[in-house]
């Protein structure tokens, strides 16, 4: 198999098609038209998550964590009061095989109720960590499942109705990445990826944040319509963060962990290549320019660098499709990111494989169309209720959704339980970097986007599933549904939530 060559890799200018869209789409602005305010300087060192240890205990790989309250230094002579697992801001990035069976026990040390929810994990739905799994102070709440899914960088967060953007905003945020089952073929792949984690394999979790004048986090939505968008970004919780790079080919697994901003990352001069969206590796490596993550979605780029580069990952100002007020959502702003700085000499790195994983959902398989208008802070219509099963969905199906932002504002849509595939975008097929495992899309206003999904596995006629907008200041205010998935011929029981909703309140 003959592999991307580094020169390939750095090679800029003529783009790939969907790099040239996104670059044309994003290239209105003006560097200086931004409402970040950018460090003076990119010299701390970025911050790597620790792995978090697990133990073995009955063939379980099991890893607690502990939600707790704690100071954090965001930017140097500020000190913050955050919440984080295991420390004080962030958690630890949970690393698990496919096809093992894991478990989490997460105590919660904070002094109000909270959950947490694996984002992107395929389980069942007494152990997603929504709403309905709240963990209360001093209690310990324990989610095990095993692994059957793809490969990939997800994370992991609170969901509390009602909370969870501040919750997350607070800093309760960590990476649950899955790696290839041992000797699988897409091991095989793995090994030809930078896989080195912290040196050459590097969580990159995007926040941004707003500060008073006592340096203590504020969510202050300036009003706009969107929710928070902080004026000081942060990778790995600080500003101005500099990862220094010790090989030819470094791999950055982004995760946009903000609660409202929408970034569009990439490099000033140089391409970067996609490898994996959401859920996965994307089929083949994409060349592009830049990638636009909104709160919730994961990309992993690949960046290839000289001897003794310095570059910036920065954020161009976003295309958020047709919005009425572009400079009040974030999609005028550009600033750097994060700093790249290449050591005088690079390790050389093993060659990018054209084709990276073999996958698809099959249209033609669909029975079930549904339809979710997303207006306000509401869903069809209809605003969150804890006690309501929205949708109920039968195992095995395969269903074609069929999501619309109706208002000229920026909203995202979350699915939980499955990896979902952008069928169509208004009758169009969706640009390459949106064509792989995906379980957050960016909606942009007045388009129609069409998703296919199959739910397997697991079945719970009173536990419930969520789908929400990832802004969180939406979700929090309603704009979130919940589904059952059903054996053939079962009915949804929403007894269990409602009681559980009454005993809450
Ligand atoms: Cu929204």
């Known amino acids: 198999m003959t592999g991307l060559t580094r020169r390939q890799l750095l090679a800029s200018g003529a783009a790939g098609a969907a790099g040239a869209g996104i670059a044309a789409l994003a290239g209105c602005s003006g560097a200086s038209v931004t409402g970040v305010s950018e460090p003076e300087a990119f010299d701390t060192p970025l911050p790597i998550p620790p792995l978090a240890d697990s133990r073995m205990v009955d063939g379980i790989r099991t890893f607690t964590l502990t939600a707790q309250e704690g100071s954090w230094q965001f930017q140097s002579g500020q000190q913050a009061t955050t919440w984080g697992f295991d420390g004080p801001y962030g958690g630890p990035t949970l690393r698990a095989a496919v096809g093992e069976r894991v478990a989490v026990e997460v105590t919660n040390e904070l002094p109000e109720a909270t959950s947490t929810h694996w984002h992107g994990m395929h389980l069942p739905a007494e152990m997603d960590g929504g709403p309905h799994q709240m963990i209360e102070p001093g209690d310990t709440w324990r989610a095990e499942w095993v692994v059957q899914q793809a490969p990939g960088t997800l994370w992991y ?45 590097v969580p990159v979790v995007i926040a941004d944040k707003s500060f008073d004048e006592a340096g203590e986090l504020v969510i202050d939505d300036g009003g706009n319509e969107v929710g928070l968008l902080g004026d000081v970004v942060t990778v790995n919780g600080v500003a101005g963060a500099r990862l220094e790079v010790t090989t030819g080919l470094v791999r950055l697994r982004i995760l946009n962990a903000s609660t409202a901003r929408t970034y569009s990352l990439g490099l000033p001069e140089q391409e970067m290549v996609i490898i994996a969206s959401d859920g996965g590796l994307l089929r083949a490596p994409l060349k592009v320019t830049q990638v636009r993550l909104s709160p919730g979605e994961r990309a992993e780029v690949l960046v290839a660098l000289e001897p003794g580069q310095d570059v910036r990952l920065h954020s161009f100002a976003p295309d958020l499709g047709q919005v009425a007020a572009p400079f009040a959502v ?43 208008e997303l207006q306000g802070r509401q869903i069809n219509g209809a605003r969150m209720d804890m006690a309501r099963i929205d949708e109920t969905v039968q195992v095995g199906s395969t269903e074609l959704w069929t999501v619309r932002n109706l208002d000229l504002f920026p909203h995202n849509f979350h699915v939980h339980d499955v990896q979902f595939e952008v069928h169509a975008i208004d009758g169009a097929p969706p640009p390459p970097e949106l064509a792989g495992r995906k379980d957050t899309v960016y909606t942009e206003p007045h388009r129609d986007y069409e998703l296919l999904l199959t739910f397997t596995d697991y079945t719970d006629s009173q536990w419930p599933y969520m789908y929400h907008c990832h802004l969180l200041r939406h979700e929090d205010e309603g704009l979130m549904g919940q589904f059952v998935v059903v054996t053939p011929g079962q009915e949804a029981d929403p007894s269990l939530i409602s009681g559980a909703d009454r005993e809450h309140e």
């Open 157 to 201: 967060h609170p969901h509390p109705h009602g909370a969870t953007e501040r919750h997350v905003y607070r800093g309760l945020a960590g990476m649950f990445q899955l790696v290839p089952a041992p000797g699988s073929e897409a091991a095989a792949i793995e090994e030809q990826l930078p896989h080195t984690y912290g040196v050459d394999d």
């Open 330 to 372: 974030g999609a005028n702003d550009a600033f750097d990111v994060l700093a790249l700085v290449a050591a005088e000499e690079l390790t050389a790195s093993a060659e990018v494989p054209e084709q990276l994983a073999s996958f698809g959902l099959d249209a033609g398989a669909v029975s079930v169309r549904r339809r979710f």
